[in-house]
Nanobody, 122 residues
Framework: QVQLVESGGGLVQAGDSLRLSCAAS????????MGWFRQAPGKEREFVGF???????LYADSVKGRFTISRDNAKNMGYLQMNSLKPEDTAVYYC????????????????WGVGTRVTVSP
């Protein structure tokens, strides 16, 4: 399994940008797909986006055009670049990894980080 640690969360204002990082340990990371999820207060965790081992990406409609997922396999790192942040983006953000090719539900992932909190003020 891959171990994951997120970082980069914080308090920002609406319209600002923030980049989250996901540090992975384990030699299988480069062959793993990686997803980002978020959980807002009082809501269920939801899919944000996904990047395959080959670099193909997929995003939730709510973040498409504002968020960008990337990865650096040489550094065992994944990234979530968030631009034009809105108050409704406030949540705890999680990165997840899977050896499989499916992307978009929690059950598709074997490994999870503990999350990093993002708060967007109006």
């Amino acid at each position: 399994q891959v171990q994951l640690v997120e970082s980069g969360g914080g308090l920002v204002q609406a319209g600002d940008s923030l980049r989250l990082s996901c540090a992975a340990s384990g030699r299988t990371f480069r062959w793993s797909s990686m997803g980002w999820f978020r959980q807002a207060p009082g809501k269920e965790r939801e899919f944000v986006g996904f990047i395959s081992s080959s670099g193909n990406t997929l995003y939730a409609d709510s973040v498409k055009g504002r968020f960008t997922i990337s990865r650096d396999n040489a550094k065992n790192m994944g990234y979530l670049q968030m631009n034009s942040l809105k108050p409704e983006d406030t949540a705890v953000y999680y990165c997840a990894a899977t050896a499989g090719g499916l992307c978009c539900t929690e059950a598709d992932y074997e490994s999870w980080g503990v999350g990093t909190r993002v708060t967007v003020s109006p």
